[in-house]
């Protein structure tokens, strides 16, 4: 699996843990498109880069952190063919993959302790998108950008 990761200044910290979680998955390819340092840049910037990576097909899925992960995943879901889920517990992980098909993860680095953080980051990805009736629904959610 290919993931691409970026965070604001917020959440580099979060994003170094984080990447040490999916390097144990040993059979994940990670992609950090930044930012590498706590000088202040803007979470939209950010979130275009994962997100193009994703939508292209670069990557199957991605991790946009920021200090509390709203504004990052509020500028995920902006971009055609997202659904950004921001997590704070491994129930509503597990759920955004199995009912929401959530091609991306937001966290905060600021509200999301290290611990936590790796349990639902391995709940996402260890889930998977059960279809059928939830299937309908994110059509009907994706169908939501075209009007």
Not at 1 to 6: A, D, E, F, K, Q
Not at 27 to 53: L, Q
Not at 109 to 130: D, H, K, N, S, Y
Request: charged share 25%; aromatic share 4%; proline share 1%.
């Amino acid at each position: 699996m290919r993931i691409t990761i970026g965070s604001d200044h917020g959440a580099v910290d979060l994003k170094e843990e984080v990447k040490m979680v999916l390097k144990g998955f040993g059979d994940i390819e990670v992609t950090d498109v930044g930012t590498f340092g706590t000088d202040s840049v803007d979470y939209p910037d950010i979130a275009e880069k994962v997100c193009a990576d994703v939508v292209s097909g670069k990557s199957d899925r991605g991790i946009v952190l920021c200090g509390t992960g709203i504004g990052i995943s509020i500028a995920a879901n902006k971009i055609k063919g997202i659904r950004c889920a921001l997590c704070t517990d491994v129930y509503s992980a597990k759920m955004a993959r199995e009912h929401n098909d959530a091609n991306v993860l937001a966290m905060g680095g600021r509200v999301t302790g290290i611990g936590p953080a790796g349990e639902i980051v391995r709940a996402w990805l260890q889930a998977e998108f059960q279809g059928g009736r939830h299937e309908r629904r994110v059509n009907k959610i994706m169908a939501l950008e075209g009007k």
